[in-house]
């Protein structure tokens, strides 16, 4: 019996971020190496002719552009995301060509903020899903029929997949090629690529989103930047009110309008973002971290960290130190 390779078909548009079409196209490549075995043809198709020049400025000669002789069926078919994605307007041929195509395809997803151009066609209602965490709000207030996953490194939802920021593509071909032909095969494939099998922790580990930044009328942000600069000090609602000199009741309901959060709110955000600094360096012990930006102890750090971040002090800092 003749073995026929599974088509695995990128769709991309003019500046497209060259990663989330190569990174995985580069895990079913692979896959073909790994088990001496044509499983995969890799291909990109364009949504108009000519060279595809990438947001890095690299050009790509994509295999083919959509409605152009390419009414193959297509066993997975992905669409890449680009910096601009979640701000394109899409064609009416371009989703009606992907609607097409996604219905009679094994499988469908995204990579990154490729996610937009199937929400605009219509494939993500009712789905759950993942995109980068920098438009993921962006995703779920434009189309809110979508349940947006922030943290999730990729998604599977009946023959949807989709994956969140760019490298998370490799994630997810890898997951698909465990899918297909199965563990020992994928971490092979993951072992030749030097990549996580299962990457640890979620998206939002590297997400600076809900960094506390100065918000509301002058006053307000200078006591801010004073917190920010100063996270070991007394941050209590009686010492910031003091500073502007207001009671404190009135500077809670001030601060929340203005702001949009809870003083207190503000001032956790704050010092885990000066906690996330100075744990991407390699001095300072966790009890230090956690003295000098204002938390009680280690333990007290460690339960606020993974509430914001999602994994604890310890694996944040083994990410930018080894």
Excluded at 253 to 258: A, T
Aim: aromatic letters at 6%; hydrophobic letters at 45%; glycine letters at 8%.
């Amino acid at each position: 019996m003749t073995h026929k390779p599974r088509v695995i078909a990128m769709l991309a548009t003019p500046g497209v971020q060259l990663l989330d079409v190569a990174g995985p196209l580069d895990v079913f490549a692979e896959a073909n190496v790994q088990a001496g075995l044509a499983l995969y043809e890799p291909r990109v198709v364009a949504t108009r002719a000519g060279e595809l020049r990438s947001s890095s400025g690299v050009r790509l000669a994509p295999d083919s552009v959509l409605g152009r002789g390419d009414d193959q069926r297509f066993d997975t078919l992905l669409v890449a995301g680009s910096p601009h994605a979640d701000q394109e307007q899409f064609t009416p041929p371009t989703l009606e060509w992907l609607r097409r195509h996604a219905r009679i395809a094994r499988r469908y997803g995204s990579v990154c903020s490729g996610a937009f151009m199937l929400a605009a066609a219509g494939l993500l209602e009712r789905r759950r899903v993942t995109t980068h965490w920098a438009v993921a709000e962006r995703l779920a207030s434009e189309y809110p029929g979508t349940q947006v996953d922030v943290d999730a490194i990729f998604v599977r939802d009946g023959k949807l997949r989709t994956a969140a920021g760019v490298t998370a593509g490799l994630d997810m071909a890898l997951a698909l090629v465990e899918e297909d032909h199965g563990h020992e095969l994928a971490t092979a494939v993951a072992a030749q690529l030097v990549m996580f099998f299962r990457r640890p922790g979620g998206q939002l580990s590297f997400s600076r989103h809900g960094e506390a930044v100065p918000a509301g009328r002058s006053a307000l942000q200078e006591v801010q930047r004073w917190v920010a600069a100063h996270p070991a000090e007394d941050h209590s609602i009686a010492a910031l009110s003091a500073r502007m000199h207001l009671s404190p009741r009135h500077f809670a309901r001030l601060f929340r309008s203005e702001v949009g959060m809870t003083p207190a709110a503000w001032v956790e955000a704050s010092r885990i973002a000066n906690a996330r600094r100075l744990l991407e360096g390699e001095h300072a012990a966790p009890k230090q971290v956690a003295a000098l930006c204002g938390f009680a102890d280690a333990d007290t750090l460690r339960r606020a960290f993974r509430r914001h971040v999602g994994i604890t002090p310890a694996e944040y800092r083994k990410r930018y130190t080894g």
